[in-house]
């Protein structure tokens, strides 16, 4: 079930029931030769609405945007600052909980997010525990590849995986954007090692094409499917667990 596709009393009826949603959040960022700007946030939907779509759970509009300084080399790359993304979680998680809603789940499709987002979440503690939120709400951070979906990628692309533009995230992206697909010729075929980075211009140069040790023309969309079903066993068992929590 989507929010954006709910009626202000569907979600009423559905507060009577339960009181949990699931936030995918991800980034607007480059992802090397043949990885689509979008994919951070496509895989986190993706994976969103196949849990939304088994368990029966409100699934909220993607946070699209995400904390991606170290892109903006990049063409086509944008991101919030980490202060703004903090906000913007603290004011989608606060007006959500005037409603009822009290569980939120973010599933993330981006690294560079993480620090930001579970910042927000310590604002929202403070800020009920100094008294200055009505509501009690608990919240978590998963990235959309647990456990199973871990050991997949694992079996798939061992050390070609990488860490940026890797080949478990463009395959994703792949099966759920099929008309997307895109065709490049990589080199090297496996990208830079990791060696960390400062800013956008540092990351550039440490990373010509945007990889960070990848091989990204291993993917395809029927690996994506897998991965897709896997991760989506992974997070409804992860959902599951937070709403008993
Ligand atoms: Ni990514």
């Excluded at 478990?168 to 099966?175: P, R």
């Excluded at 990889?211 to 997070?235: C, H, N």
Aim: aromatic fraction near 8%; proline fraction near 4%.
């Amino acid at each position: 079930m989507q929010l954006a596709l709910c009626t202000w009393q569907e979600v009423q009826d559905y507060l009577h029931r339960q009181t949990g949603l699931i936030i995918p959040i991800g980034s607007v960022e480059q992802h090397g030769p043949n990885g689509l700007i979008g994919t951070d946030h496509l895989t986190a939907e993706c994976v969103a609405r196949g849990v939304g779509e088994r368990l029966g759970c409100l699934v909220a509009p993607t946070l699209a945007y995400g904390m991606s300084q170290h892109h903006l080399g990049f063409t086509g790359s944008a991101t919030l600052k980490p202060s703004t993304l903090m906000l913007v979680v603290r004011d989608v998680v606060q007006s959500l909980s005037v409603h009822g809603f009290r569980r939120f789940f973010f599933i993330n499709g981006h690294g560079g997010n993480i620090a930001s987002v579970t910042a927000a979440f310590d604002e929202l503690y403070a800020m009920r525990s100094l008294g200055e939120a009505a509501e009690p709400v608990r919240c978590r951070l998963a990235f959309w590849a647990g456990r199973r979906t871990r050991a997949l990628t694992n079996d798939l692309y061992g050390e070609s995986e990488g860490g940026h533009a890797t080949c478990s995230e463009v395959s994703l992206a792949q099966y759920y954007q099929p008309q997307a697909i895109k065709q490049a010729q990589l080199s090297p075929h496996l990208a830079p090692a990791s060696s960390g980075f400062f800013d956008a211009a540092d990351y550039r140069t440490r990373y010509p094409d945007g990889r960070i040790g990848s091989a990204p023309s291993l993917s395809s969309p029927e690996d994506g499917k897998r991965l897709f079903e896997t991760a989506v066993e992974d997070m409804a068992e992860a959902y599951q667990a937070f709403l008993q929590d």
